[in-house]
T-cell receptor
Framework: NAGVTQTPKFQVLKTGQSMTLQCAQDMNHEYMSWYRQDPGMGLRLIHY???????DQGEVPNGYNVSRSTTEDFPLRLLSAAPSQTSVYFC???????????FGDGTRLSIL | RKEVEQDPGPFNVPEGATVAFNCTYSNSASQSFFWYRQDCRKEPKLLMSVYSSGNEDGRFTAQLNRASQYISLLIRDSKLSDSATYLCVVILLYNFNKFYFGSGTKLNVKP
């Protein structure tokens, strides 16, 4: 049972580099979202999507881009990495936008 | 002001104790409510939904108070394995619904 799969699990970047965090789900869920989790801050919504071709900003979207070309995939792009983006990133999905979300294992990202 | 607020704890309780957490939310347009559990360095996992009339799942009871805008989680007969951080989640009704997570309450159950 794959569920929500995130890659990579760990990544170290230098300031200014770009990269894409991958997220895929095999449950045919319409709703997908990206969060970052920092100590003492809880989970903060970065971007979300209610279906293929539809995305919207969450609470902390600056410095990140997303696209949703298929139902299964929802990649998160860091355009120019900054140390403030050091965090644990979680991707989540649910059948609808009012139902509980299932989370991936997370990506631990460090920006030097 | 945060959409969802929780006491970070930690709550340190002995095995067998009953412990309760509250979570307050600021927006009366909040539509759905959940409790998640997160173990150290792991992903959050759904513990239970919270219904208006209150609901129970084994040793866990969830309550919703819309008038005072808070939800609660009661754990009876605490086990060592209950040690974790408990996150409350609120869905706000917009054009698209948005999930907001509390920062979590840490529970340590001691032998």
């Amino acid at each position: 049972n794959a569920g929500v799969t995130q890659t990579p699990k760990f990544q170290v970047l230098k300031t200014g580099q770009s990269m894409t965090l991958q997220c895929a789900q095999d449950m045919n869920h319409e709703y997908m979202s990206w969060y970052r989790q920092d100590p003492g801050m809880g989970l903060r919504l970065i971007h979300y999507s209610v279906g293929a071709g539809i995305t919207d900003q969450g609470e902390v979207p600056n410095g990140y881009n997303v696209s949703r070309s298929t139902t299964e995939d929802f990649p998160l792009r860091l355009l120019s990495a900054a140390p403030s983006q050091t965090s644990v990133y979680f991707c989540a999905s649910s059948m609808k936008d009012n139902q509980p979300q299932h989370f991936g294992d997370g990506t631990r990202l460090s920006i030097l | 002001r945060k959409e969802v607020e929780q006491d970070p704890g930690p709550f340190n309780v002995p095995e067998g104790a009953t412990v309760a957490f509250n979570c307050t939310y600021s927006n009366s347009a909040s539509q759905s409510f959940f409790w998640y559990r997160q173990d150290c360095r792991k992903e959050p996992k759904l513990l239970m939904s919270v219904y208006s009339s209150g609901n129970e799942d084994g040793r866990f009871t969830a309550q919703l108070n819309r008038a005072s805008q808070y939800i609660s989680l009661l754990i009876r007969d605490s086990k060592l394995s209950d040690s974790a951080t408990y996150l409350c989640v609120v869905i706000l009704l917009y054009n698209f619904n948005k999930f907001y997570f509390g920062s979590g309450t840490k529970l340590n159950v001691k032998p």
